[in-house]
């Protein structure tokens, strides 16, 4: 007797499931050699490893304040990850664009659960190469805490703003650096400042290599070089392993999760990626490009893919940006609404500066908010260049506190953003 489909299970969607199921069963899930895993084991084991880690010992401040010192139980690392949880912006996180502003749909990645993920990943790595985790953790925790809202879109329109008004570029690993170094003088270490300023998740390396830094006077060099020619962002190389782990990591966080969103968001249809040596699916391309690193890394002084695994990598970015990010669904508002709402922003907020009209928000909700806080306690923030200073607030925005604010200045605007509600179809 045969059984028939039930109506709406079409012959397509029969196909679909069977794909699906197929590729399940033949998973591209690889492991280390047994060669390299013995290895693992036994030095593990016996604690005879090749030392390659950052050691606490060696942690660069500011100011040598005990306070932030390590002790048995607290590393100076440890000490980084606390400052960044509980610096106020990182609360902010949660609501800011990972790629898909415009949708109301909670399983929709937002930039919170992108660092969480970058973290994991690149703990899970490091703890494999034998790294400093705790150094991993600052620098994966903080490396997008200056971030604009509206994502990679947000920032570029920042970027053209300021460089009109300034000939500075704005670039948000580098805002991320001014936020925990000087919006808020946390006294971060070198080493994770370094790992932030240089995570740049938009170019990738079949092979990293640290590039170790003599102190604060070259950084700040370093940094000052970002804000007058934007291409010397992209030449910025991490100090430390942990450092260039992080970097990597957040290749891997976001290659196969953007693919997942954009299914979620109907821009895509499960299935439109093809299958590369390091498969398609976010599982798969991050146990295999975890798995290639470590079998190429362990117990050296770089971080490396084999050149299969790394063209890849390449492979699969190009067809995000090609299908994902460049698509008219996922651009569809940017340009021709948020662009044009943060241009009246920010000449909004730079009038009400220099005309120290404190009524406005750039004094009451950010100006006066950060002198608040009782981390500012030598000098007050808010008397420099006034470009700079609303470049801060408006990177610190979430997606709909912009919004808000926006409507608050611009009551009868006409440029408004019109979400996907979770019942639109």
């Known amino acids: 007797m045969s059984r028939r489909l039930p109506p709406k299970f079409t012959t397509d969607a029969l196909k679909l499931y069977i794909s699906k199921f197929s590729h399940y ?46 002790n048995i ?22 609501d800011k664009t990972q790629v898909f502003s415009f949708y109301k749909n909670d399983d ?22 034998n790294l400093n985790l705790d150094l991993i953790e600052a620098i994966a925790l903080g490396h997008d805490i200056g971030h604009t809202p509206f994502g990679h879109a947000g920032e570029r329109f920042l970027d053209a703003i300021y460089f ?10 580098i805002h991320s650096v001014r936020v925990l170094d000087g919006i ?13 300023a240089a995570h740049n998740g938009e170019l990738e390396l079949s092979e990293y290599r640290p590039k170790p830094i003599s102190g604060f006077d070259e950084f700040d060099k370093q940094i000052e070089k970002c804000y007058l020619d934007v291409f010397e962002t992209k030449r910025l190389v991490p100090s430390t392993l942990e450092g260039c782990v992080v970097r990597i990591s957040d290749i891997i966080a976001y290659l ?26 976010n599982a798969e391309m991050i146990n295999n490009l975890m798995v290639n690193i470590i079998e190429n890394s362990y117990g050296k002084k770089f971080i490396k893919l084999d050149e299969k695994h790394f063209s890849a990598l390449q492979k699969a970015k190009t067809a995000n940006y090609d299908r994902v990010y460049k698509s008219d669904l996922a651009c569809k508002g940017f340009n021709d609404v948020v662009e044009p709402m943060m241009r009246q922003v ?4 730079l009038d009400d500066l220099k005309n120290n009209v404190e009524s406005s928000p750039i004094y009451r909700h950010h100006v006066n908010y950060v002198n608040r806080s009782h981390y500012i306690k030598n000098g007050r923030y808010g008397g420099g260049e006034p470009n700079q200073t609303v470049v801060d607030y408006i990177a610190s925005m979430t997606d709909d506190y912009f919004i808000d604010l926006h409507t608050k200045l611009f009551p009868e605007s006409p440029l408004k953003i019109e979400y996907k509600g979770y019942f639109d179809e």
């Not at 000490?79 to 106020?88: G, V």
């Not at 006294?187 to 370094?194: A, D, E």
Request: aromatic share 10%; hydrophobic share 30%.
């Open 25 to 70: 069963n033949k998973s591209m899930y690889e492991e280390l050699s047994p060669e390299l895993t013995k290895q693992m084991e036994s030095e593990k084991r016996d604690g005879n490893f090749i030392k390659v880690a950052f050691p606490d010992g060696n942690v660069t401040r500011r100011t040598a304040n005990p306070h932030d010192a390590g």
């Open 346 to 349: 920010y000449m909004q907020l």
């Open 73 to 94: 139980w607290r590393t100076p690392f440890i000490r980084d990850i606390d400052k960044i949880m509980n610096c106020p912006y990182y609360n902010r996180y949660a």
């Open 184 to 196: 808020y003088p946390l006294n971060i270490s070198l080493q994770t400042l370094s790992g932030i």
């Open 108 to 129: 929709i990645t937002r930039r919170g659960l992108h660092v969480q993920l970058v973290s994991r990943i690149a703990r899970t790595i490091g703890g494999a190469l």
């Open 164 to 173: 009109e008004n300034t000939g500075r570029r704005f670039s948000h690993n």
């Open 256 to 281: 196969g999760k953007d693919r997942q969103d954009a299914e979620r968001a109907r821009v895509l249809k499960e299935g439109d990626f093809e299958t590369t040596e390091i498969g398609s699916f």
